[in-house]
């Protein structure tokens, strides 16, 4: 029999591989241990002489086998954190970027007004993270929330209901299964849109991002040729569905900012971009005209 101790060093020496860094390496080999043992993380140091069945070597060996031909960790423990909180994930949902956090920083710097109610949509919602996460933010501020979760898969936006849930959204969102590009836009409108849309080039996908993000769903990367056709569609199309006075952020790619600017001026909007923790422009905010 194993022990705990000796199953994190196990893990620890065989991820090398995969070149992480140190810090990283050991949180991938604690997460897995944890995992394959049914170990809590919280309690993971304090039974590091616990003996282990050989069952769970085994399943250890089968996570480790499907880790190093590139699965990421977040697919294997079937959930990741986003501002603090752990959302459920399936391989139909990208998984969070800490990168997408700026757009909730941003939201509220916007909305520090005092207000009682706000209607949201989260459209392309994948995991609800950005939805779901503002919502909750916003309760915090005594501001109730009634949240739209729209995707076009039918399976993320099962998950994002399910996270609703069990992180307590009150009132039960609104699930909306649509396609952004091409179904009708609903005459509902919003005060907040948050739009974290496919904005990788078919060809990227097919070239330098092809190993890294062979896991996560092409439907919620593929931004098409150019990687902008969910913004045209958004300033063509979506703009109705925002409230006078409305906030739209919208999460774009490096490199994207001064071309999506141009498809969404004059178009009864005032537009900024604001950098993530990097220093890459990441969001785009657009206030309608009252």
């Known amino acids: 029999m194993v022990t705990l101790a000796s199953l994190f060093s196990y893990l620890e020496e065989n991820l090398a591989p995969l070149s992480l860094l140190p810090s990283s390496r050991r949180l991938e080999a604690k997460e897995l241990a944890c995992l394959a043992s049914g170990t809590k993380p919280s309690e993971f140091w304090i039974r590091q002489e616990m003996q282990l069945p050989l069952a769970v070597?085994?399943?250890a060996e089968a996570l480790l086998a499907r880790r190093l031909q590139?699965?990421?960790?977040?697919?294997?423990l079937g959930a990741w954190d986003f501002y603090g909180r752990t959302f459920q994930l399936n391989?139909?949902?990208?998984?969070?970027?800490?990168?997408?956090e700026t757009m909730i920083d941003t939201a509220l710097d916007f909305l520090k007004m005092p207000t009682k109610h706000?209607?949201?949509?989260?459209?392309?919602?994948?995991s609800g993270c950005l939805g779901i996460t503002l919502a909750l933010e916003l309760a915090k501020k005594n501001?109730?929330?009634?949240l739209t979760l729209a995707d076009i898969s039918s399976e993320a936006l099962a998950m994002a209901a399910e996270n609703a849930g069990h992180l307590g959204v009150t009132p039960t969102p609104t699930l909306l299964n649509?396609?952004?590009?091409?179904?009708?836009?609903?005459?509902?409108?919003?005060?907040?849109?948050?739009?974290?849309?496919?904005?990788?080039?078919?060809?990227?996908?097919?070239g330098p991002y092809k190993d890294s993000l062979a896991f996560e769903p092409a439907l919620a990367l593929d931004g098409g040729a150019d990687g902008l056709?969910?913004?045209r569609a958004f300033s063509l199309r979506w703009l109705s569905a925002l409230a006078p006075d409305g906030l739209a952020l919208l999460e774009i790619g490096q490199g994207q900012a001064e071309t999506v600017l141009s498809l969404l001026a004059g178009r009864g909007l005032t537009l900024d971009a604001h950098a993530d923790l990097t220093g890459i422009k990441r969001i785009i905010s657009a206030q309608k005209d009252a």
């Open 57 to 59: 070597m085994s399943a």
């Open 91 to 100: 391989t139909s949902c990208l998984i969070p970027r800490a990168d997408s």
């Open 118 to 126: 706000l209607d949201i949509l989260d459209l392309c919602c994948g």
């Open 178 to 206: 649509i396609d952004a590009l091409a179904d009708p836009v609903p005459a509902t409108q919003w005060d907040v849109i948050l739009f974290n849309p496919p904005y990788l080039t078919t060809a990227e996908l097919t």
């Open 143 to 146: 501001v109730t929330v009634s």
């Open 70 to 76: 590139g699965e990421p960790l977040a697919y294997l």
């Open 229 to 231: 056709v969910f913004y």
